[in-house]
């Protein structure tokens, strides 16, 4: 036993409070640690991460909740250390810098920045947290303007394996910088603040919402393939492609510019297939943020439990994945189900591969597909199908998305950072060289 007391709000299993911190987005993740930890600042993360040491318990580090596999963001019988009550931003509108703690979910902060006349390469799926998607890459429908959110990182402060604050930058532990952006969360240290770079946003943005059938997916998804990647860089869009009994696929998205343009832009999807809603608005730019996430209320823990796996397209996809994607979701049958596409290029691509560690700049378009299910009997067979389109998909595809992590993955190194993998191992070694911070899939420390 050491002498450090845990400090901030300490909430112990069995105290008030309990119930509501162990629920997170997936409750597929779920699970019973012995105390949660949410801290007011820095100091409270050093504390959490000294007695974790001193007691020998196992910790992790949660912003947002929305960790997609298991044992990432909390663990069983161990100290979460949750930073959501950290959640200040101060705006240097001069700079076109904001200064943000770990804890703010990604929809209240590009409000903010909208507000303030700003843009930022998230908010689209607003219940995130700022903390988890910022060291995987991240990315939104802005992304092939402005490049991913952490290619918009300007510096940040973390709290290391020994409990020590330590700040990150262009000029300062530039190795841990670089790590920072694209090494995933929890390797390192645990953020307490990110700097980002915001560009200002235009006056007005157009949006748009595409809705077909679900049986026309297969020539919406080859004329979407043909066209999203290679379209004027100024606009970014989801290609949702739902489980047949929910019944259709749409495409969503902005473009920053002019409605005439957009129309014609748009001109090869509203032309294929009968499309049952063409909505295309040109928006204020703080209305096109409200367009793409409205403000309603969203639940904050998905009502299923779902599992996801992504991967990279650097190729055109053959008649062969659209059938293995088809079929996967002919028999689906949890209501969350889908296969989801985001075009790729622009901004995201002109940085170097070894730039930041974000390796996957060179894909077409991402892809990411899930089933969900209500009842723990069907969770097996569940996770065996998402698995099974993943094998099936691997002759057509390449890595993964670190942010949306798959534990069936093996060779996890190659998949989410591929030659990037090595140097991030050497960081480890420099910053966490017990590899205190271990999880699964966690990188390991360089020999
Ligand atoms: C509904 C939904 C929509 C999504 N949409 C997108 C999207 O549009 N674009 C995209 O790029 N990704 C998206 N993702 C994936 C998302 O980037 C990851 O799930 C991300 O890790 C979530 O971060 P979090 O802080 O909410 O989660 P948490 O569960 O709190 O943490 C997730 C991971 O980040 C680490 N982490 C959290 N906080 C910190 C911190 N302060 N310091 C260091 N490490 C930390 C945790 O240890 C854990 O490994 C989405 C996920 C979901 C569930």
Known sequence: MGSTQLTGRVIYKGDLGYEEAIKNWNPYVDTFPLVFVFAQNARDVSNGIKWARENDVPLRVRSGRHALDKNLSVVKGGLVIDVSDMNKVTIDKRKGLATVQTGILVGPLVKELALNGFMAPFGDSPTVGIGGITMGGGFGVVSRSIGLISDNLRGLEMVDAKGRIVTANAHHNEDLFWASRGGGGGNFGYNTEYTFRVPRAPETATVFNIVWPWDQLESVFRTWQRWAPFVDERLGCYLEIYSKINGLCRVNGIFLGTKTEAVRLLEPLTTTGTPTQVDIQSLFYLDAINY??????????????????????????????????????????????????????????????????????????YSEWNASWNQPKDEARNLASVEKVRQQLQPFVKGSYVNVPDQNIKNFGEEYYASNFERLRRVKAKYDPENFFCFPQSIPPAP
């Open 292 to 365: 793409l996430d409205p403000p309603q209320p969203i639940p904050e823990q998905s009502s299923q439990s779902v599992k996801f796996s992504s991967v990279w397209s650097l190729d055109l996809w053959s008649e062969e994945p659209i059938s293995i994607m088809k079929n996967y979701l002919e028999e689906a049958t949890g209501t969350e189900a889908n296969f989801f596409f985001e075009n790729w290029g622009g901004q995201i691509r002109r940085i170097p591969k070894d730039k930041t560690a974000f390796y996957w700049r060179e894909p077409l378009f």
